[in-house]
Antibody
Framework: EVQLLESGGGLVQPGGSLRLSCAASGFSFSSYAMSWVRQAPGEGLEWVSGISGSGYSTYYSDSVKGRFSISRDNSKNTLFLQLNSLRAGDTAVYYC????????????????WGRGTLVAVSS | DIHMTQSPSSVSASVGDRVTITCRASQDINSWLVWYQQKPGKAPKLLIYAASTLQTGVPSRFSGTESGTDFTLTISNLQPEDFATYYCQQANSFPYTFGRGTKVEIK
């Protein structure tokens, strides 16, 4: 079955860190670029970060640049997002998403999404 | 950043109605416009990409059009399973940006 399954979310204090994982199955993982998209409670969608199929190219939104780091392990079909220096504004459900077309991240149409993992930043 | 202005924020409609949602990009996005459907507690689902191409498996009552930087999602013959929130997204350049969403509610 073609699917993405996120894990690693939880409650963390401001300034803390978390590492999110996204396990992919059912498709050739290394052939597709991937992204993380988040959604704060009751709010809309916000693109956070993306990575090419090879892992060589990475991109970030300004709101997370310098604090978050995206990576992938193609041998384990897994995408990661390291979240550092967390703030209350980072509280959201984090989705991993697969790019529709290929191993490059542009254009960024996302045809497969995971169920999401909740990150809550609070003291 | 490219700003996506989506309207209306909500619409009330009945089964069988035709619903139109619009999205305006703040600059040229070369037709790289995507529409998603999201139901409560679920991940977004890709409906239309490249402004007007229907994703495999999506019913033909969904359609997308474009005119310059203005994009439209039309749902013809609204079905009970179509009540959801719809988002547009520009897929042309980083950072990718979304509209604020349109909630389609039952009248």
């Amino acid at each position: 079955e073609v699917q993405l399954l996120e894990s690693g979310g939880g409650l963390v204090q401001p300034g803390g860190s978390l590492r999110l994982s996204c396990a992919a199955s059912g498709f050739s993982f290394s052939s597709y670029a991937m992204s993380w998209v988040r959604q704060a409670p009751g709010e809309g969608l916000e693109w956070v970060s993306g990575i090419s199929g090879s892992g060589y190219s990475t991109y970030y939104s300004d709101s997370v640049k310098g604090r978050f780091s995206i990576s992938r392990d193609n041998s384990k079909n897994t995408l990661f997002l390291q979240l550092n220096s967390l703030r209350a504004g980072d509280t959201a459900v984090y989705y991993c998403a697969k790019v529709l077309y290929s191993d490059i991240l542009n254009p960024g149409d996302f045809d497969l999404w995971g169920r999401g993992t909740l990150v809550a930043v609070s003291s | 950043d490219i700003h996506m202005t989506q309207s209306p924020s909500s619409v009330s409609a009945s089964v069988g109605d035709r619903v139109t949602i619009t999205c305006r990009a703040s600059q040229d996005i070369n037709s790289w416009l995507v529409w998603y459907q999201q139901k409560p507690g679920k991940a977004p689902k890709l409906l239309i990409y490249a402004a007007s191409t229907l994703q495999t498996g999506v019913p033909s009552r969904f359609s997308g059009t474009e005119s310059g930087t203005d994009f439209t999602l039309t749902i013809s013959n609204l079905q009970p399973e179509d009540f959801a929130t719809y988002y547009c997204q520009q897929a042309n350049s980083f950072p990718y940006t979304f509209g604020r969403g349109t909630k389609v509610e039952i009248k």
